[in-house]
C-alpha cells in the first residue's frame, strides 16, 4: 500500500496525509507537521477522498478551496495493519515517516476529527 505527505501552503500551512485504501487515496489535513517522535500526537481532519493519480501531485492550487502550493514532503509503502471504524494501524516505509502510527479518532469531536500519533519506531 502506498501514502503520500503532502506540504500545502494554502491559506494556512498544513500537511496532508493520504494512504492508498480502497481504491482512493483516503485523505487527513493535517494542521501542524506529522510527528516523528513517539508519543506525540497531531490533530488530523478527515478530507474527501482523492484520486490515486494525486499520489505524485506537486504544483501549484490556482482556483478554490485549498488554492496555493502543494509540494510532497514524504511519500512511499506502508503496511495496514488494522482498519477499524474508528482505528487505522500502519507502518511507514517513507524516508521521514517510520515506524509504526495510528490514527484514532476522536469519540466526541466533530465527525471528522481524528488523532494521527506515531506509536513507535
Not at 487515496?25 to 478530507?47: C, D, Y
Not at 506537486?58 to 477499524?84: A, F, P, R
Request: with cysteine.
Amino acid at each position: 500500500m502506498r501514502f503520500v505527505v503532502h506540504e500545502h501552503h494554502a491559506t494556512h500551512l498544513h500537511w496532508d496525509l493520504r494512504l492508498e485504501m480502497d481504491n482512493v487515496l483516503k485523505s487527513w489535513a493535517v494542521p501542524k507537521e506529522p510527528p516523528l517522535e513517539a508519543g506525540v500526537k497531531r490533530l488530523a481532519i478527515q478530507v474527501e477522498d482523492h484520486d490515486l493519480d494525486y499520489i505524485d501531485f506537486e504544483g501549484e492550487i490556482t482556483e478554490g478551496y485549498g488554492k496555493g502550493t502543494v509540494k510532497i514532503w514524504d511519500k512511499g509503502e506502508c503496511d495496514l495493519k488494522l482498519k477499524e471504524k474508528d482505528k487505522i494501524e500502519v507502518i511507514f516505509h517513507g524516508k521521514k515517516l517510520k515506524g509504526s502510527y495510528a490514527l484514532v479518532k476522536f469519540k466526541k469531536a466533530g465527525e471528522k476529527d481524528w488523532l494521527l500519533m506515531k506509536v513507535k519506531s
